[in-house]
T-cell receptor
Framework: NAGVTQTPKFQVLKTGQSMTLQCAQD?????MSWYRQDPGMGLRLIHY???????DQGEVPNGYNVSRSTTEDFPLRLLSAAPSQTSVYFC????????????FGSGTRLTVV | AQSVTQLGSHVSVSEGALVLLRCNYS??????LFWYVQYPNQGLQLLLK??????LVKGINGFEAEFKKSETSFHLTKPSAHMSDAAEYFC?????????????FGKGTKLSVKP
């Protein structure tokens, strides 16, 4: 099925470890983004990309790194995990004009201990 | 900068009662507006969207929303609540593409439906 695929679905990390959350879309969408969801905070934008080779920071970028080498993939890297990064992470994509809406992945639930 | 305010972090209604979830936005340009629903431990599902075609927008599961530019509002309604409507609802705003096409969310409203 076409859409946004996130892996893994669940992950437990120890403080200081690094990892990469994967996000891939097969809709040829130019725009991709990463959000984190925390209780009472809604979804907050971490990083986004408007096309291959172009990335920018969102509202809460500290501790995260991204790259966009292809249109399809937009991985999110945690450089040195901290308990404050315990959250649910969502990847989303849309066409350059989001008139058709944004498509979300199913999420990654990350726990940092 | 764009922002979204959802009034009421929790709303409780009886089954069969009207559902009204409030959303106000700020945007310097005519925006796109979205309502998403999230059931427990699931991802986000698009309920409906406003993209300037019609101010009254109908979505899935009997929900609708009306865009009121003068009030900068996009409230979500459903005439008769069902137990299966219990979920968290998010209002979101986006500019119309380009590098400013980020989707900005409100903090969400958790809807409870009492039997």
């Amino acid at each position: 099925n076409a859409g946004v695929t996130q892996t893994p679905k669940f992950q437990v990390l120890k403080t200081g470890q690094s990892m990469t959350l994967q996000c891939a879309q097969d809709m040829n969408h130019e725009y991709m983004s990463w959000y984190r969801q925390d209780p009472g905070m809604g979804l907050r934008l971490i990083h986004y990309s408007v096309g291959a080779g172009i990335t920018d920071q969102g509202e809460v970028p500290n501790g995260y790194n991204v790259s966009r080498s292809t249109t399809e993939d937009f991985p999110l890297r945690l450089l040195s995990a901290a308990p404050s990064q315990t959250s649910v992470y969502f990847c989303a994509s849309s066409a350059r004009d989001p008139i058709g809406g944004y498509t979300f992945g199913s999420g990654t639930r990350l726990t940092v201990v | 900068a764009q922002s979204v305010t959802q009034l009421g972090s929790h709303v409780s209604v009886s089954e069969g009662a009207l559902v009204l979830l409030r959303c106000n936005y700020s945007s310097s340009v005519p925006p796109y507006l979205f309502w998403y629903v999230q059931y427990p431990n699931q991802g986000l599902q698009l309920l409906l969207k406003y993209t300037s075609a019609a101010t009254l927008v109908k979505g899935i599961n009997g929900f609708e929303a009306e865009f009121k530019k003068s009030e900068t509002s996009f409230h979500l309604t459903k005439p008769s609540a069902h137990m299966s409507d219990a979920a968290e609802y998010f209002c979101a705003v986006s500019n119309r593409g380009g590098s400013q096409g980020n989707l900005i969310f409100g903090k969400g409203t958790k809807l409870s439906v009492k039997p």
